[in-house]
C-alpha cells in the first residue's frame, strides 16, 4: 500500500511588515494615505478628461482607461491588505486569494 500527501491548502499567511507593534498604526496610515491618493487621483483625471471636450482624443482615452484599471487593482488588493495590517489575523483564505490574482489578471486586460 502506497501512502499519499492527503493535506490540502486552507489558508496562506501573509508577511507583516513590522512585528513591532507601535509601527502598525504608522504603516497602517502610511498604506491609507497612498491608496486614499491613488484613488482620488485616478478619479480627478478620468473627471477632467471626461469635463474638457478639448481631451477627447485617443491618448486621454488610454490614459482613464489606465486610470480605471489602476483603480480595478487597488481596490481588489489594498483594502484585505488594510485589513491584515489592523487585525491580528495575518492570513487569506486559498480562494480569496486566487479571486484577488484572478480579479487582477482580468482588470489588467
Do not use: W
Not at 485617443?58 to 480595478?72: A, E, V
Not at 481596490?75 to 492570513?91: A, F, H
Amino acid at each position: 500500500m502506497e501512502y499519499t500527501n492527503q493535506t490540502a491548502v486552507s489558508e496562506i499567511l501573509l508577511k507583516e511588515f513590522t512585528d513591532d507593534l507601535a509601527l502598525q498604526p504608522l504603516v497602517f496610515s502610511l498604506f491609507l494615505s497612498m491608496y486614499l491618493v491613488t484613488i482620488l487621483g485616478n478619479l480627478l483625471l478620468i473627471m477632467a478628461v471626461s469635463s474638457d471636450s478639448h481631451l477627447h482624443k485617443p491618448m486621454y482615452f488610454f490614459l482613464c482607461s489606465l486610470s480605471f484599471n489602476d483603480i480595478c487593482i487597488s481596490t481588489t488588493i489594498i483594502p484585505k491588505r488594510l485589513v491584515s495590517i489592523l487585525g491580528q489575523d495575518q492570513s487569506i483564505t486559498y480562494t480569496g486569494c486566487l479571486t484577488q490574482v484572478g480579479l487582477v489578471v482580468v482588470s489588467a486586460y
